[in-house]
């Protein structure tokens, strides 16, 4: 309260069927070059920016309110006994833990690795005080032994086989992460603001060290609500195209469309995992996994936006005595980058490039390459970024949609499955050495204890609401809708005052009519009697 609207660089947004105003989009380089002189953006800061960097397809809803929606986490952790830790966070910090379900690649070395990403999210949650170890029935995981690894995009097309059905939202982050408190439930309502079916959040994830506090409230970027936003590629390893350092964007309203996709945190629903599997073929590969991706999914009609509020946050701690020889040790050069680079290269269709059949990992047909180079300043045959001053004013491409991509189902892997693909309820939990659950437990305790200057309650005020008219179509599609609170008069926005006036306006229009009717009624009789 009290915090002045944030003054800011205005871009311009699109939207099917026209340009229009787009949101206030302010972006400063992450030294602190070039921000506006301003004090904060609350509520007001909102207000100034009613118009949507784009509007998109209409979401389908319903899941987005649900307490019963499915969350699925997707994790592959190589040698690394965090990813129990990043399991229990998982449950503790989700407003409602029993629609979480996780998906694991765990890569140990059986002769070094004495321990198990089940078994040390088991002995965490024991320290949380449960007797038993809980929702196992949620956690199925594949074991590889890391010897065999072939780098993150191959570890990561294993989780794809997990996946299922059911699960209706899907989240990928790394093996070594915390959220917000009630991530799950932001989550879903961010979502929900692109007001996108094919939305896909991601950018880069904040810092656990300085950025959380141990009780789960975000820390970083007050009063400013500053989120990282990657505007810009370099060319990275092998040729390809890499995301740059990001910026940081703040005081926005709600999510905003993006040309990048990051690794480390996508939310979207889960259709998008069906359609636009990781490529188990991108053998030995780090530098474009991330690019390949997105120009994947762009051409498949999903549109990336950066999440306007942190909600995950990454352990990047380094040099701990148990983290010697385990890092990095998967890039041993396999047999398979020579294939993965042409297929790269194909994919991008880099000039001279072999072609190589690349099946349900190819581009889609929604949008073309070309289209992609005019929206985002990329030209990917090249791997050159072409300086087009575009960041924070992209303007959303429409396209013919594909009703069957919602209906989507999961690709077979094209291999055979490496490694034992296990649900976790229906074995015994693994004995291990616990000198491993304290390795994990580090992660958290570097946490601050300190509270943010913004208190998590007025963040969540702040955090803003989907436009009525979609959220209410959305709770009226909810099987299972929670109580929502009443609004206080005070509270009420223009719009909602506006909305009760006409209302009232016309009621007082029938009951006049009613009592006019009366009366000429009573005239009548009165002239027929005389």
């Known amino acids: 309260g009290g915090r002045r609207a944030c003054g800011a660089l205005r871009a311009p947004g699109g939207e099917p069927g026209g340009d229009r105003p787009g949101i206030e989009m302010p972006v400063r380089d992450v030294r602190g070059a070039g921000r506006a002189e301003v004090d904060g953006c609350g509520p007001r800061g909102r207000d100034r920016a009613q118009a949507r960097g784009s509007q998109a397809l209409p979401a389908e809803g319903r899941l987005a309110r649900a307490e019963d929606t499915t969350v699925h986490m997707l994790l592959s ?16 910090r989700a407003r409602h833990p029993e629609r979480i379900h996780v998906g694991i690649v765990q890569q140990n070395l059986p002769d070094k690795d004495n321990f198990d990403c089940i078994a040390v999210y088991c002995e965490l949650m024991k320290a949380e005080g449960h007797a038993k170890c809980p929702y196992l029935e ?39 992460v915390d ?59 092998h040729g390809v195209v ?35 599997p990781n490529d188990p073929f991108l053998e030995g590969m780090f530098d474009g996994e991330e690019f390949s991706r997105m120009l994947r999914l762009w051409t498949h009609g999903y549109d990336v936006y950066t999440p306007h509020r942190p909600v995950v946050f990454h352990d990047y701690t380094h040099g701990r005595p148990w983290q010697q020889g385990r890092e990095s040790t998967w890039n ?50 090249t791997s050159l970024f072409l300086n087009k001053d575009n960041c924070g004013k992209l303007k959303y491409v429409p396209f013919i949609e594909d009703p069957n991509k919602v209906k989507s189902v999961m690709p077979p892997y094209p291999v055979e499955l490496p490694g034992a693909l296990s649900k976790a309820h229906e074995e015994e939990v693994p ?51 929670p109580r929502r609170k009443e609004v206080e008069p005070s509270k009420q926005s223009p719009k909602e005052g506006s909305e009760w006036l006409e209302i009232c306006l016309a009621l007082a229009l029938v009951m006049g009519v009613l009592y006019v009717g009366k009366e000429l009624i009573k005239a009548y009789q009165s002239i027929k009697k005389d």
């Not at 905003?256 to 359609?275: D, I, M, P, V």
């Open 179 to 237: 959220f917000m408190e009630h991530y799950d439930a932001a989550l879903m309502k961010m979502w929900a603001l692109a007001e996108n079916e094919y939305a896909v959040l991601s950018t880069y994830v904040g810092n656990v060290k300085q950025d959380l506090s141990k009780s789960g409230h975000v820390l970083i970027g007050h009063p400013y609500y500053e989120i990282p936003f990657i505007c810009s590629t370099i060319v990275g390893g």
């Open 138 to 176: 949620r956690l199925e995981i594949v074991r590889v032994d890391a010897s065999q690894s072939k780098g993150p995009i191959w570890a990561r097309a294993i989780g794809a086989a997990l996946v299922r059905p059911k699960h209706e939202f899907c989240m990928q982050v790394d093996a070594h």
């Open 242 to 276: 890499r995301n740059s350092q990001a910026t940081g964007a703040y005081c926005l309203p709600r999510p905003h469309l993006s040309f990048t996709w990051a690794a480390g945190w996508s939310f979207a629903k889960c259709h998008f995992e069906r359609n636009v």
């Open 431 to 481: 004995s291990i050495d616990l000198k491993y659950v304290e390795y994990a437990h580090e992660m958290i305790t570097i946490e601050k204890l300190q509270e943010p200057t913004i208190s998590h309650k007025q963040q969540k005020i702040e955090f803003g609401e989907p436009p009525p008219k979609i959220w209410s179509e959305l709770i009226e599609k909810v099987v299972k809708v």
């Open 77 to 92: 952790a190589f040698r690394d006994p965090r990813c129990g830790q990043t399991v229990a966070n998982a449950f503790l």
């Open 332 to 381: 041993g050069n396999p047999p398979g980058l020579p294939y993965a680079k042409r297929r790269y290269f194909s994919l991008v269709d880099k000039k001279g490039a072999e072609h190589v059949e690349l099946g349900p990992y190819g581009l889609g047909s929604q949008r073309s390459i070309d289209q992609y180079i005019e929206f985002a300043g990329i030209d990917p045959r």
